[in-house]
């Protein structure tokens, strides 16, 4: 599976394309950073982020997106325009109706360290090592993007088997209330 | 001037169109609310507002777009999906080139009942005595659109004031500076 990572900001949104299954060896297809300048109005740089992510869907038309999950932080200022730039994202893959996942930052760090609390240069590090890159990749907003399709990929089969027993069940349901209704007729 | 209001949410996301200029009679060109299933995943979700406000852009033509300033309230989950509507509003907007100001609630009820503390029953009344209507809009979220729209025309003679200083003061350095050069070279 191709999965494009997004960690989401106004100033710098990191972007990084992964493509792999589980278990298996990830390759690094792409990486970058959506910038928009801190002194445009607002509705300026939400254009600019669509624009940036919708290139990023152009060239690398990934079968899912990863999106990093905003929650309320002590800069009420910064978790808005993360908040927003999200948004964007978010609504540029749907519009085309890629699945977006959202993921915790802890998960993501859980996903790539083992430990939900890693700081970011042991997230940068294990990017570094798992996509086999010769430096860790800058700024790190690029590495968290990286880092959250790495969790997609890796967290997606887990996900997968929950649908597919979800599927099973309501289509073991489905089946069985016919049977069951033509037994009490 | 014509204002689309925006009272942005995932829920309920209010709009209101209102056409005037300050001092004169203002009249209501129409008013609804833009609605998404909470049940759906947040993407459908955005991509059902950007729809929904991109009739209202393509019906009412407006020359503004109002939008409702964000900010951090005690209940998290809210603020994001209000922050994330908000930001596909003012990105609708922008795409097209129309200009969007953000306005707090404070500086809304200020506008239309003279105090910034004003409840939504009282916001509601004056907005139906401002635009002549028979009964206050339903639900709040409407009201609260044409208020926005209603606030943005009467502080509009101001902000306008004071960009027209900024270009003149601008001008005015702008002729000077080559004649000062001309007289010391």
């Known amino acids: 599976m191709r999965v494009l990572g997004v960690d989401p900001g106004l100033t710098r949104c ?4 992964v493509e792999g299954v589980a278990g298996r ?14 002194d445009a109005d607002l509705g300026h740089r939400l254009v600019a982020v669509e624009q940036g992510i919708e290139q990023w ?3 690398h038309r990934p079968e899912f997106v990863a999106v990093e999950r905003v929650f309320s932080q002590h800069n009420v200022r910064t978790v808005m325009g993360t908040a927003q730039a999200s948004a964007v994202a978010i609504l540029c893959a749907s519009r085309r109706g890629i699945p ?23 997230v940068g590090a294990m990017v570094t090592r ?4 010769a ?13 959250l399709a790495i969790c997609h990929i890796w967290r997606a089969p887990a996900q997968n088997r929950l649908q597919q027993a979800v599927a099973l069940h309501t289509a073991a349901a489905t089946r069985t209330a016919p049977h069951t209704k033509g037994r009490t007729a």
Chains 1, 2 share one sequence.
Do not use: N
Request: charged share 20%; net charge neutral; hydrophobic share 50%.
């Open 100 to 122: 977006v996942a959202l993921h915790t930052p802890s998960e993501v760090k859980a996903a790539v360290t083992g430990s939900g609390r890693a700081d970011k240069a042991q």
């Open 14 to 17: 990191g972007v990084g394309v």
């Open 57 to 59: 869907l152009d060239e």
């Open 135 to 147: 430096a860790p990749p800058r700024p790190a907003d690029a590495a968290d993007a990286l880092a």
């Open 25 to 38: 060896p990830l390759t690094m297809i792409g990486v970058g950073v959506v910038r928009t300048p801190a």
């Open 130 to 133: 798992l996509l086999r890159l």
